[in-house]
T-cell receptor
Framework: EAGVAQSPRYKIIEKRQSVAFWCNPI?????LYWYQQILGQGPKLLIQ????????DSQLPKDRFSAERLKGVDSTLKIQPAKLEDSAVYLC??????????????FGSGTQLSVL | AQKVTQAQTEISVVEKEDVTLDCVYE???????LFWYKQPPSGELVFLIR????DEQNEISGRYSWNFQKSTSSFNFTITASQVVDSAVYFC?????????????WGAGTKLIIKP
């Protein structure tokens, strides 16, 4: 079974530039999550989708971050413009069931973003 | 407020030693789930176990075992006869049904180094 696919694996940009990350969850998984993980910390939820609808984006800095999950399958997370403090690993995860079912999450390998 | 504390930032042991990773949680929910995930150097978080609040039986899976004690709000993880491949960052997480939207509350992680 194919896992959660993410690209790119690494990205280096200068501050104020824009960047986009792509995620393809496991086939059939209803729920998709984007997490930000700063070095030495646990993952921080940015946004979660159920199918193609946003369930929770309360921790997404909406002035610069945006995300979409068209057709309820793959998803894109964008940062525009990037700041130095956005340097982190961006993790995508998916789960089979609906939000709140406490199912295990399947994670991709993440995109490591460095903002210079 | 819900919280997960992993007091051990880093643990280093020699191969074949047993090692226990501590996890202490806080919640006002009566129904909740606890999780452990492993993050090897490749970066992908891998699910290890899920335990619900009504099941206090200890769990054993090969060299891994988990001790859930509601009386002390702890969900500790023990690796018996550790191996170099166990080197990773381990995260404990708590499901949060107290907020309007479901979220996982993550600990800061414990970096485990197994020396050959």
């Amino acid at each position: 079974e194919a896992g959660v696919a993410q690209s790119p694996r690494y990205k280096i940009i200068e501050k104020r530039q824009s960047v986009a990350f792509w995620c393809n969850p496991i086939s059939g998984h209803a729920t998709l999550y984007w997490y930000q993980q700063i070095l030495g910390q646990g993952p921080k939820l940015l946004i979660q989708f159920q199918n193609n609808g946003v369930v929770d984006d309360s921790q997404l800095p909406k002035d610069r971050f945006s995300a979409e999950r068209l057709k309820g399958v793959d998803s894109t997370l964008k940062i525009q413009p990037a700041k130095l403090e956005d340097s982190a690993v961006y993790l995508c995860a998916s789960s089979l069931g609906a939000v709140g079912t406490d199912e295990k999450l399947f994670f991709g390998s993440g995109t490591q973003l460095s903002v210079l | 407020a819900q919280k997960v504390t992993q007091a051990q930032t880093e643990i280093s042991v020699v191969e074949k030693e047993d090692v226990t990773l501590d996890c202490v949680y806080e919640t006002r929910d009566t129904t909740y789930y606890l999780f452990w995930y492993k993050q090897p150097p490749s970066g992908e978080l891998v699910f290890l176990i899920r335990r619900n609040s009504f099941d206090e039986q200890n769990e054993i899976s090969g060299r891994y075992s988990w001790n859930f004690q509601k009386s002390t709000s702890s969900f500790n993880f023990t690796i018996t006869a550790s191996q170099v491949v166990d080197s990773a960052v381990y995260f404990c997480a708590l499901s949060d049904h107290g907020s309007s939207n479901y979220q996982l509350i993550w600990g800061a992680g414990t970096k485990l180094i197994i020396k050959p």
